[in-house]
């Protein structure tokens, strides 16, 4: 009892200063540790998000770049053509081009255009196109590209300007030849106009609208055979083609897939799209070997004036007969009259191949010599009669 006594008298030991800092209390211990001011949590949570900050500025533009080059979308990646990869097959009109344009020429012609009060002569360019058929110098052209010149000159492949004059010129036909003056000059190769058949390639050289243009290639197809077309007093047989044909093509080549010139191109239905005309080669190949050897054409004729039906009708006429040429006058002393042919007879025939119209009579003559017999089949009211003529040289106009 002493003792707890005592223990109750005993004065309470003075209490520790208290501390701004938190206990912990553990079974069996006590431990003590520091808590940070407030102020220090705000600078150290400031300074953390400056860093913050500025790491995320440093990094943004970046990421961002990246994102939006991943949506971007990316050009396609072709690989790089072989050469293998040119080993297609081209057009034909290709190597149509390659061996023929060397051969082709522009010609410039400073012609007369009129007459001023005075009398005297101006002019005018024209232009157009040709073929060298030989290689000291000769081209075939149109007539209509080189008449009434005062000056030609002839625009070659290899870039040379050269004068030329003129060998000779058949206006019945549209051909003319002309020369200059050079040699070993690339040459064309005619083919044959009388095999063509409807359908197949064609392919038309020029210089279209000038020099501006020269040497243009345009493809097509034969579109018909044996055209007749009347210009002026003329009529023309010519070769149909849908390969565009303009101004400045004329006097060049219409060649077939072999290179070949098959045609002279010399004109175009302006009225309508895809219809050109080129002479045959045939034709023009009589033509120009006339004009070599004499400078002009000696033409078989007949010694007659006739109408067909197409061109009766063109003049309000109708005529009865079911087929041939009517014989409107005999030229007195001329080879019909000799043979007996007679004024109102119907030419039906010569040598056996039927007469549908005057230019196919043109034709069949063009096929003969001066001095040529032929056998002309003539209609005569209820007769029908065959008489030999002998053909004679037409008249130079």
Not at 143 to 165: C, M, Q, S
Not at 223 to 248: H, Y
Not at 270 to 282: K, Q, R, T
Not at 312 to 318: H, L, S
Request: proline share 6%; glycine share 10%.
């Amino acid at each position: 009892m002493e003792w707890a006594s005592e223990q109750s008298e005993s004065p309470a030991p003075a209490p520790e200063a208290v501390s701004e800092c938190a206990v912990t209390v553990e079974p069996g211990r006590t431990r003590r540790r520091d808590r940070p001011s407030l102020s220090v949590v705000v600078a150290v949570a400031l300074v953390s998000s400056i860093v913050g900050g500025l790491l995320v500025a440093a990094a943004m533009p970046g990421y961002i770049s990246a994102r939006i080059a991943a949506q971007e979308p990316r050009p396609a990646q072709f690989p790089a053509p072989s050469a293998a990869s040119y080993s297609y097959d081209v057009s034909p009109a290709v190597s149509v081009a390659k061996k023929l344009r060397p051969a082709v020429v522009g010609i410039v012609n400073k012609a007369v255009a009129g007459y001023d009060l005075f009398g005297r002569a101006y002019t005018e360019e024209r232009s157009g196109s040709g073929v060298i058929f030989d290689a000291n110098g000769y081209i075939v052209t149109n007539n209509h590209v080189i008449e009434d010149n005062r000056e030609l000159k002839v625009f070659l492949w290899d870039g040379r300007t050269l004068p030329a004059t003129v060998v000779g010129a058949d206006p019945p036909t549209d051909i003319a030849v002309i020369k200059v003056d050079a040699q070993q000059l690339p040459t064309a190769e005619f083919g044959d106009s009388d095999k063509l058949q409807i359908g197949e390639l064609a392919v038309a050289i020029g210089n279209p609208l000038g020099m501006e243009f020269n040497s243009s290639v345009t493809q097509g197809v034969i579109s018909g055979l044996d055209r007749t077309l009347k210009i002026g007093e003329e009529t023309f047989r010519l070769i149909q083609t849908d390969a565009v044909i303009n101004p400045g093509n004329s006097g060049g080549p219409l060649a077939n897939a072999a290179g070949q010139v098959i045609g002279i191109n010399t004109m175009k239905i302006s009225s309508a799209e895809g219809m050109g005309f080129a002479i045959p080669i045939n034709t023009a190949r009589n033509i120009i070997n006339q004009l070599l050897s004499r400078g002009r054409v000696s033409r078989p004729w007949l010694g007659i004036q006739l109408i067909d039906k197409p061109t009766a009708r063109q003049y309000g006429y109708e005529i009865s007969f079911e087929k041939g040429v009517y014989v409107v006058e005999v030229v007195a002393g001329g080879p019909a009259a000799k043979a007996g042919i007679r004024k109102d007879d119907i030419i039906e025939t010569i040598d056996g191949k039927e007469i549908a119209d005057a230019a196919s009579l043109k034709a069949i003559l063009g096929t003969h010599q001066v001095g040529d017999t032929v056998y002309v089949g003539v209609r005569r009211k209820d007769r029908l009669l065959t008489l030999s003529v002998v053909l004679g040289e037409m008249p130079q106009r």
